[in-house]
Structure formats: C-alpha cells, structure tokens
C-alpha cells in the first residue's frame, strides 16, 4: 500500500465548477500538508500549505485537512481554464516528504 | 527570480553513458534535493542534502551519485546510464531540511535512455 493516494484522473468539468482533489495517507505521524500545482512541462508550484486539522482558504482555493480520517483536499471554486494542471498533494513528518501520484484537472471552457 | 534552475533541460543518452545534470539555486537555501517523477509513481526521492558539505541517499538512490559543489549548487550524476533511468528530474531546495518549510522545483530535465 502506497503511503499517500491520489486519484489520477483525468478530472473534467465546464468552466465556474467547484472542483474537489482528494488524498488519503496511512502513516498518523504525518505533519505538515501541501498541495502542488503542475503545469505541463513544468516544476512543481506550491499552492497550499498547512500543518492542522480544518481549512485553510487563500482566493479560490481552499485546503482541507481531517487527521483523524487521514484524509486531505483541495476545493478550487469558479475554476478556470487556467486551472487546468496536475494537482500533487506532499506529506510531511520529520526530515520525509511523500508526494501522491498527482490529479490531472481539466477545465473546459 | 530564477529560483530553481536545471540544465540541460532535454538529455538523450545511450545505455552506458554518463552524464552530470546540474542545478543552481538562488534563494540562499541550504538545503537541495534530487526527485525523479515517472507516470504513475509521483516524486521519489533520489539523494538530498540538508546542508552544504552533506548528502543523504533517498528512496531510490541505486545508480546515482550526487555533489554538492556550494551552497548553491548540486549536482546529479548517471556513472552508466540504464533505460530503466529514463524519466524527469527535478531539482529542488528549501531553507532548511525540515518539517515546515515547502520545496521550492525547478521546471525538470528530461532523459531518455536508449
């Protein structure tokens, strides 16, 4: 079993849609939560970052975390075709990061 | 800012070559780190360096060597390439190896080995 989950995708929705991007992880000791954007042909980007249960909001986006169900997301509302990217979320505890295997969102304008 | 910046950006290689992917980063980090990305597998650690004048093997460091030149530079290299090596390489670093501070990605290097 892989320490973090993410579904793949292909994720597509019309433009304005509320997008939900979800992991699940095993490992409890997990700390610090961050989602990466990546666009294609390009680093990572971080996006968001948090470190407690409940949510974090910066504009559109929106980070969720629930350790007591070892389950993460990201809400993106009024998405746009510049949303449009593979979405990684990262795990944190101690000196180890472990990336899922990141969601590719479509936005279809 | 160039931030996190990885040369060359394309590489082709023949099984059994060698060659030396190099980043510079220039947000005074200390500490740097090697990922390879393959479909389906996410990110995986290769060597990182949590400090200038140490390295640390990753998750899959097997057929890899790494130097850290500076505080600024760290280096990757492929002794004799194997196809089972083909994938991205992102370089990235972070002010310290520690469990609240993001990592910072360079734009990748693409290898392929035939």
């Known amino acids: 079993q892989k320490e973090v989950e993410q579904d793949p995708g292909p994720l597509s929705v019309p433009e304005g849609a509320i997008v939900s991007l979800n992991c699940t992880y095993s490992?409890?000791?997990?700390?610090?939560f961050m989602w990466y954007r990546q666009y294609s042909r390009k680093g990572p980007e971080l996006l968001m970052y948090?470190?407690?249960?409940g949510n974090k909001e910066d504009g559109r986006f929106t980070a969720q975390v629930d350790k007591s169900s070892k389950y993460i997301s990201l809400f993106i509302r009024d998405s746009q075709p510049s949303d449009s990217a593979t979405y990684l979320c990262?795990?944190?505890?101690?000196?180890?990061?472990?990336f899922g295997a990141g969601t590719i969102l479509r936005v279809k304008s | 800012n160039a931030g996190v910046t990885q040369t060359p950006k394309f590489q082709v290689l023949k099984t059994g070559q060698s060659m030396t992917l190099q980043c510079a980063q220039d947000m005074n980090h200390n500490s740097m780190y090697w990922y390879r990305q393959d479909p389906g597998m996410g990110l995986r650690l290769i060597y990182y360096s949590a400090s200038e004048g140490t390295t640390d093997k990753g998750e899959v460091p097997n057929g890899y060597n790494v130097s850290r030149l500076n505080k600024r530079e760290f280096s990757l290299r492929l002794e004799s390439a194997a196809p089972s090596q083909t994938s991205v390489y992102f370089c990235?670093?972070?002010?310290?190896?520690?469990?609240?501070?993001?990592?910072?990605f360079g734009d990748g290097t693409r290898l392929s080995i035939l």
């Open positions: 490992n409890s000791a997990f700390q610090y």
């Open positions: 990262a795990i944190r505890y101690g000196n180890k990061l472990v």
């Open positions: 948090t470190y407690s249960s």
């Open positions: 990235a670093s972070s002010y310290h190896d520690s469990s609240n501070q993001p990592q910072h």
